[in-house]
């Protein structure tokens, strides 16, 4: 029998809320309630597993780590870190082909309730996934996000450095999502450990232990909000070589959105859209 949308759309955020949990260790585990409100983990929903492990080797140099959900799901790995979760079950499902981030948050059931309060919606969730609890969202402007409350893998710093180098929302309005997210997620609350919002040249900027982890992006601060602008969550990932991560994705059935010297907007062979960033100099 086959599954229905709510349940299909469960399983996909099993995988992406609890793929970090079979490879973590004990003893270094680390908590969201101490890192709250900062992005945890990131996932790609895509159509062919084998053509997305092509595209994403060939343009990001990642290799591949069986999932527990099956043979439609990998863990993306990047010098032996885990980077993110892919489900290659969109076409199965007719699910959408793209990126999500998720937020580390104390309690998930709060949370949710505080999407709902604001005019957010809730997609599946709060569902529980030993050893935590995750939800798939979106706020008041159709922007797709998760939650996920409890342990997170080993070495969850070095996830940080390794992976995203930070997300960017772009939205119709950067001063209205802050005070959503904000509320929701506890940012610049004052409690250890949150994260802290800085508004920089029109932009909102989210810092977790002083490392950006995420802005808001709406345009110019005079002008009005853009009726046009789709909001959604971009994931940009750290580079050595943001001309040859471009040159690379075309080459394997990609496509370039925009490209500058330090950062480039790809499309993969789905069609789901990633940014790629210069990694910053140690």
């Known amino acids: 029998m086959a599954a229905g949308p709510r349940e299909q759309d469960a399983t996909v955020m099993n995988h992406h809320t609890s793929v970090s949990g079979g490879l973590r260790k004990k003893k270094d585990a680390v908590s969201t309630h101490s890192v709250f409100g900062a992005?945890?983990?990131?996932?790609?929903?895509?159509?062919d597993l084998d053509a997305t492990e092509e595209f994403y080797s060939a343009v990001l140099g990642w290799?591949?780590?069986?999932?527990?959900?099956?043979?439609?799901?990998r863990i993306a790995l990047a010098d032996g870190v885990p980077i993110?979760?892919?489900?290659?079950?969109?076409?199965?499902?007719q699910t959408a082909?793209?990126?999500?981030?998720?937020?580390?948050?104390?309690?998930?059931?709060?949370?949710?309730a505080r999407v709902r309060e604001r005019g957010g919606t809730a997609a599946v969730g709060p569902l529980s996934f030993p050893p935590g609890r995750g939800a798939l969202l979106a706020d008041r402007d159709g922007a797709t996000f998760g939650i996920w409350q409890g342990e997170l893998f080993s070495d969850w710093e070095s996830w940080r450095r390794s992976a995203p180098a930070f997300i960017r929302l772009h939205t119709r309005n950067a001063f209205d999502a802050a005070i959503f997210y904000g509320e929701v997620l506890d940012w610049a609350?004052?409690?250890?450990?949150?994260?802290?919002?800085?508004?920089?040249?029109?932009?909102?900027?989210?810092?977790?232990?002083?490392?950006v982890v995420a802005r808001i992006?709406?345009?110019?601060?005079e002008a009005a909000p853009d009726p046009s602008v789709r909001p959604h969550?971009?994931?940009?990932?750290?580079?050595?070589?943001?001309?040859?991560?471009?040159?690379?994705?075309?080459?394997?059935?990609?496509?370039?959105l925009s490209e500058s010297e330090r950062e480039a907007v790809l499309r993969d062979?789905?069609?789901a859209q990633f940014t790629v960033t210069a990694r910053e100099p140690r």
């Open 233 to 256: 969550w971009q994931i940009h990932f750290s580079v050595d070589d943001v001309a040859r991560c471009a040159r690379s994705a075309e080459k394997h059935g990609g496509s370039v």
């Open 97 to 112: 082909v793209a990126w999500t981030p998720y937020f580390a948050v104390p309690d998930a059931d709060v949370a949710v």
């Open 189 to 211: 609350t004052g409690k250890p450990g949150c994260c802290e919002v800085e508004y920089e040249g029109g932009e909102v900027v989210l810092r977790s232990q002083g490392t």
């Open 84 to 93: 993110a979760g892919i489900a290659a079950v969109a076409g199965m499902w």
């Open 63 to 73: 290799r591949w780590r069986d999932a527990r959900l099956g043979d439609h799901f």
């Open 39 to 47: 992005p945890c983990w990131v996932s790609l929903t895509s159509r």
């Open 217 to 221: 992006d709406s345009g110019a601060v």
């Open 269 to 271: 062979q789905d069609g």
